[in-house]
């Protein structure tokens, strides 16, 4: 089957990152197919971050394009991708730690907010009704993640699994077409991250997922694609099983130590 540029959401062409003399990525490409959870792996190194950090808009490129539905995107600060249908998470949770969990998820709302979440926040530019619907809507994603009961509390109370929730939560509730995930699995324990390979494959049903993660366990079970980068150059792109079988990736993770290897559960493709 022949695709086009409309069957993906998003694509990187040709992406260059270069740091000084470093060059962190080289000539790197990728398609984020509607509905497909995408994995980026690779050893220490490899450029994962650089590459989220491009897709999300935080790192502009050297080189390349990054185009969201066929076309440059709208912009690239944050609140574009957001307003634009692309969400993330972060490695270090980034909650405001003096705003209860539900202002929280309220703030992540800002797309769906004719004011934008913060004015209701903080009361400026107020609109009850607004107020009101993104109140709801975020105590409805709370419930949906099961932490509704923890609405009103202030996120550092809680415990890191839970505060990763709500950092989820956060992400979800203006209902992106693209949620970026970094490291979701670190820190949490085997039973929570059984959870969230459940709910990244749920998440799927309505939005595409690209995933950085070194716990390879949980990328071989919820990724329909993976890309792996190796000093920067994308070496195997396929299913999990595929790449898993490319000799390749077997030897760009020899060096990397066993536990970062993924046929283990925190590293290389068996
Ligand atoms: N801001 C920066 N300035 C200079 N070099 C950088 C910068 N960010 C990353 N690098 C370098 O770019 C390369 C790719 O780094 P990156 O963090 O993207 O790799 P990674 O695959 O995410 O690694 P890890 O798995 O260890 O997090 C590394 O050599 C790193 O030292």
């Not at 790197?28 to 690779?42: E, T, Y």
């Not at 607004?130 to 993640?145: H, I, V, Y």
């Not at 820190?187 to 998440?203: V, W, Y």
């Not at 970062?260 to 068996?270: E, I, L, M, S």
């Amino acid at each position: 089957m022949t695709t086009t540029a409309a069957d993906h959401l998003l694509r990187a062409d040709g992406v260059t990152v270069r740091f000084g003399g470093l060059t962190a990525l080289d000539d790197v490409g990728l398609q984020v197919a509607p509905g497909s959870v995408v994995g980026l792996i690779g050893p220490n190194g490899a450029g994962k971050t650089t590459l989220f950090n491009v897709l999300s808009g935080v790192l502009r490129p050297t080189a390349g394009t990054i185009t969201w539905k066929g076309a440059p995107p709208p912009g690239r600060r944050p609140h574009h991708l957001a307003r634009a249908g692309i969400a993330r998470t972060f490695q270090g949770l980034n909650l405001f730690p003096m705003m209860t969990v539900l202002d929280n998820v309220v703030a992540g709302a800002d797309r769906l907010a004719a004011g934008g979440a913060f004015s209701l926040i903080s009361g400026l530019g107020r609109h009850h009704r607004d107020e009101r619907e993104l109140r709801a809507r975020a105590l409805a994603a709370l419930e949906g993640f099961g932490i509704a009961e923890h609405a009103h509390r202030l996120p550092g109370t809680l415990p890191y699994g839970l505060q990763k929730q709500v950092a989820l939560a956060r992400a979800c509730v203006g209902e992106p077409e693209l949620l970026l995930l970094d490291e979701p699995a670190s820190g949490l324990s085997g039973t929570q991250i059984d959870a969230l390979a459940e709910q990244i494959r749920g998440f799927s049903r309505d939005m595409a997922v690209v995933l950085v993660e070194h716990h390879m366990d949980l990328v071989m079970r919820v990724c329909d694609r993976i890309v792996v980068l190796d000093f920067g150059r994308v070496i195997s792109t396929g299913t999990p099983e595929e790449v898993q079988a490319d000799p390749l990736v077997t030897r760009a993770y020899l060096g990397a130590s066993d536990d970062a290897a993924p046929g283990h559960t925190n590293g290389a493709p068996r």
